[in-house]
């Protein structure tokens, strides 16, 4: 069983910066990959940002490329997105997800735990 809380979130200006976090709870975070999902009001959720067990590989949204990182520090059960160059529709709730899929996915059917989620709100 793993437990997860997301972090971080807040109103920004379009252009600036938030880093997210994801706290783990658990003495097997190591051995899941962990994603990163949003979902804006009326929409589905979708995928944003995932990591593999290891850090070693890592997989973007095409809309995210570029502008968001995720990381991972598993001594400290943590799963970070920075978000550099936010945008208005990036408006939306984060998720962070764990898997047990070794290696960084982008489907949602295959996240197994889920936390309870943190407003982003990007002003223009």
């Known amino acids: 069983q793993v437990q997860l809380v997301e972090s971080g979130g807040g109103l920004v200006q379009a252009g600036g910066s938030l880093r997210l976090s994801c706290a783990a709870s658990g003495r097997t975070f190591s051995s899941y990959a962990m994603g990163w999902f949003r979902q804006a009001p009326g929409k589905e959720r979708e995928f944003v940002a995932a990591?593999?067990?290891?850090?070693?590989?890592?997989y973007y949204a095409d809309s995210v490329k570029g502008r968001f990182t995720i990381s991972r520090d598993n001594a400290k059960n943590t799963v970070y997105l920075q978000m550099n160059s936010l945008k208005p529709e990036d408006t939306a709730v984060y998720y962070c997800?764990?898997?047990?899929?070794?290696?960084?996915?982008?489907?949602?059917?295959?996240?197994?735990?889920w936390g309870q989620g943190t407003q982003v709100t990007v002003s223009s």
């Open positions: 990591i593999s067990w290891s850090g070693g590989s890592t």
């Open positions: 997800a764990a898997t047990r899929i070794p290696f960084a996915t982008h489907n949602l059917y295959e996240y197994e735990y």
